[in-house]
């Protein structure tokens, strides 16, 4: 059964909230992308729309929203997600897994999108 550990951030407030999840809690988020919507009654948080914003699989490789599937790529980056070049224009080779999240996925961050009344 797979496991996460949630990190939901509020935008207003600026603070953010751990939680984790697993078992048929963390079900819901198997398949899902990044830029995709969550219900908060999933994880407890009732009355708030989630959107996942980005993830890091077991290994500590991040989550690329432009590399599809749940793979790891070897990509060609020249900044972004994964890689943060110190030269303007270098580019590098640098590992990244796909946008989608799978059970090797380890820690999700999530945004409130908003609170419904």
């Known amino acids: 059964m797979p496991k996460f550990k949630l ?8 603070k953010s909230k751990s939680l984790e ?3 048929v809690k963390a079900v819901p988020f198997i398949g ?5 919507t ?11 729309t989630l959107v996942i914003t980005g993830a890091s ?4 490789f991040p989550l690329r929203p432009n590399v599809r599937g749940g ?3 070897q990509t060609l980056l020249s900044g972004g997600v994964g890689y943060n070049p ?10 990244v897994r796909g946008n989608t999240i799978t059970d090797e996925v ?6 409130v999108a908003k609170a419904q009344k």
Do not use: F, M, W
Request: hydrophobic share 30%; aromatic share 0%.
């Open 7 to 14: 990190t939901v951030s509020e935008p207003e407030s600026g």
């Open 21 to 23: 999840v697993e078992g």
């Open 32 to 36: 899902k992308r990044i830029g995709e």
């Open 38 to 48: 969550v219900e908060g009654s999933v994880i407890e948080l009732s009355g708030l």
């Open 57 to 60: 699989d077991k290994d500590g």
């Open 71 to 73: 793979v790891k790529k």
């Open 86 to 95: 110190r030269v303007r224009g270098l580019k590098k080779r640098k590992t």
């Open 106 to 111: 380890v820690q999700i961050n999530l945004k």
